[in-house]
């Protein structure tokens, strides 16, 4: 007779480990319990039911009871609480929210896959009331979209801007309706990094998004959400969602450790400190690869991974943990943000000292139509040249480059190692040096100081200081829009023009997308100069990164005209 397994939570780290036992065992008596509804849906695709591109929410749920137990003979079983668990005894007690009826099973071995709760901050008055909602599961989404249309609800307010807060935001404008966007940092998504995510705020923005970032909500209306600031906005409803909590609450109740992030705490085999009983899923603690520290990830993947190795565990087979890095992409009205491994702003939390890359090639190449340039950011560790992490914007499918990217952190890649890496290339889909080829060759520069480079984060106030800025690109460029105060030496004349190139000071050097710019700078470490700095991402990156601020704060720019091409 096979083992007895059950299964607390019946989604994606729950309905993986059902998955994989019986795959390993087809003897083994499989009991999934979960508390809500429904078993097996698609938390990542709840959003986009608000637009309707889901048209029924009865869609996302991915299978039924019914159909666990005719293709893989697993009991799931819904609408049933697991209040209770002996480990001494090896049973849990069930409670059957419909009939209220108590139970106990015994088992051989349990997994908990309780998941993750929104978190719905008490410190903010209202936030029961009738319209506030929160997004976890399908029963959450029809509600919104229930009261919606009961009550004709026109104005929204989104609070959070992290994944599930734009993914609302997208499809809830997409059905028309009018979206305030509440941020409690300077930028949305914490996974990128500020550069890149102005070019997020401008698509926000420009689709009609009211976006109030470094904005803490303090209550709840009817008819309004209020500051701390004093300012508030009128709205008709409210949609939290400020990321969650892992649910431990059964945990905590019956002895198994929580871990220093508040989650439940692992071993490599995912096991907890009580025998016979594993946890998985966005309610433990993970290791982070490159950090090596504690933390939390909710995503789906790691979850399912994570059910395998418990499963594979329990089974007797060898079990060897690497760690998370977090890969994660989002479109935004069109626009594709990815993002792996850490950020600039992680490594300044952890203490690691990096480099940083940035290119904008093409998507493919530019006598094709449709072409759009990627903008694409290299995090390294230095002197190693480690790959750390990576994230890139554009309008064409940039999870690529970050898959390629994400696949050369887990070997524990080098920068050197993304030069001369073969990659697919064809004029339609490429350019002949890939995003990732042109990004492991800047690195490997930036790695071996061969010249020296400026962030386009800083270039405000090298304007605001009268520093000395060069513009590589050609005059009726420059026409077209400028830095201010910025010297039109174009790349096909400075040879000519060094007379006009002083060596007593800096001297930053910009084209459009850095290319030029980069061979002017070389060119002129070559010629004895040892004061030139190339500026990361040029006038392109420059352009986007100034727009929404500009804009949305009634800022004075500091171009005569932006180059915008997403």
Request: charged share 25%.
């Amino acid at each position: 007779m096979g083992k007895k397994i059950i299964v607390v939570g019946g989604v994606a780290g729950g309905a993986s480990v059902a998955a994989r036992v019986r795959r390993l065992d087809e003897d083994a008596e499989i009991t999934m319990f979960e508390k809500g509804p429904d078993v097996s849906f698609s938390n990542c695709a709840l959003p986009y039911h608000l637009s309707g591109t889901i048209e029924n929410a009865d869609d996302i749920v991915l299978m039924s009871p019914e159909q666990f137990k005719k293709q893989y003979n697993i009991n799931a079983v819904t609408n049933t609480e697991v209040i209770d668990v002996s480990a001494e005894n090896r049973t849990v007690q069930i409670r059957d929210l419909v009939t209220k009826s108590i139970k106990t099973y015994n088992y051989d071995e349990l997994f908990l896959s309780p998941g993750a709760v929104p978190k719905m901050p008490s410190d903010i008055k209202g936030i029961d009331n009738d319209n506030v909602f929160s997004v976890r599961n399908v029963v959450d989404i029809r509600k919104i979209q229930g009261y919606i249309e009961e009550n004709d609800v026109q104005n929204i307010t989104v609070v959070g801007a992290g994944f599930i807060g734009l993914e609302v935001t997208e499809n809830l404008i997409k059905a028309g309706k009018d979206v305030t966007l509440v941020g409690s940092s300077k930028h949305v998504l914490r996974n990128m990094d500020d550069d890149l995510a102005q070019i997020i705020h401008k698509q926000l923005m420009e689709h009609g998004v009211r976006l109030l970032l470094n904005h803490k909500v303090v209550e709840f209306t009817d008819d309004e959400v209020i500051f701390d600031s004093g300012e508030n906005v009128p709205t008709e409803m409210v949609i939290m969602a400020v990321g969650v909590k892992p649910e431990v609450s059964l945990a905590k109740k019956i002895g198994v450790k929580i871990g220093e992030t508040g989650a439940i705490a692992v071993n490599q085999n995912y096991q907890t400190n009580l025998p016979h009983v594993y946890a998985v899923g966005d309610a433990i603690e993970v290791v982070n690869m490159l950090t090596r520290k504690k933390e939390r990830l909710d995503l789906a993947f790691p979850a399912q991974i994570e059910a395998r190795d418990a499963v594979n565990h329990a089974y007797g087979r060898l079990v060897h943990q690497h760690g998370v890095i977090g890969s994660q992409v989002i479109g935004v009205f069109g626009l594709n943000a990815a993002s792996t491994g850490l950020s600039e702003e992680q490594c300044q939390k952890n203490g690691i000292e990096y480099r940083v890359a940035m290119v904008a090639p093409k998507d493919k190449v530019s006598l094709m139509p449709d072409v759009h340039p990627i903008f694409l950011k290299l995090v390294f560790s230095y002197p190693t040249g480690e790959i750390l992490g990576a994230q890139a914007v554009g309008l064409s499918q940039v999870d690529k480059q970050i898959d390629v990217i994400a696949t050369m952190i887990t070997m524990h890649g080098y920068v050197e190692d993304l030069q001369n890496l073969e990659l697919c290339y064809q004029p339609m889909f490429s350019t002949a040096k890939n995003a990732v080829n042109m990004a492991g060759l800047v690195a490997t520069n930036i790695l071996n100081d061969e010249y020296k480079q400026i962030s386009l984060t800083k270039v405000r106030d090298l304007v605001d200081d009268g520093a000395f800025i060069i513009d590589a690109r050609e005059p009726d460029e420059f026409a077209e829009g400028h830095i201010k105060g910025a010297l039109n030496i174009p790349l096909s004349q400075f040879r000519g023009r060094l007379d006009e190139i002083p060596r007593n000071k800096p001297v930053y050097i910009h084209c459009l997308t850095s290319q030029r710019s980069y061979n002017m700078v070389r060119a002129l470490n070559n010629l004895g100069y040892t004061n030139i700095y190339n500026i990361v991402g040029s006038f392109s990156g420059l352009s986007e990164y100034e727009y929404f601020r500009d804009i949305h704060n009634d800022r004075e720019p500091i171009v005569t005209g932006y180059k915008l091409d997403l």
